[in-house]
């Protein structure tokens, strides 16, 4: 003996157009955002994401290629010459990084150094201004 299955009550499963969530998925859309251009609530497409395998793989295909498509606008974009491009792309692909020299002024903690020294030991404060008027000659 077999049993129909019968569909349970409730409304009418929401029909989606997958070609249409993998376009959106391409251009970046936030699956919100994917919700509101459907006209369908984002509870809806949070669900599809966890149990519906067909709209997971268009979301999936959809940002893939969206991903690659924009890689190649970013190698072209280099290889025209953009330096910004080529200098973002050697850092995020080849681990490169900006070599910040760190040039501190300690001209002004040098000066109060120097007068408490003065306070304290004034021949000590005279070779201190010695050697700091020849390191500005420098």
Known sequence: MTTKHTPKGGRPRIQ?????????????CTLDEIAAVLNVSPSTVDDRMLKDEGFQAAHKKGSEH????????QWNSAKGGHVT????LGKQLLGQKDHRSVNLSVEGHALKLAEQIKEKDPKLYEKVV???NEMEDE
């Open 130 to 132: 010695k050697i700091m």
């Open 16 to 28: 989606i157009d997958l070609a249409q969530v993998e376009a959106l998925a391409q251009i970046g």
């Open 85 to 88: 491009m080529m200098i973002w």
């Open 66 to 73: 969206g991903k690659a498509t924009l890689r190649r606008m």
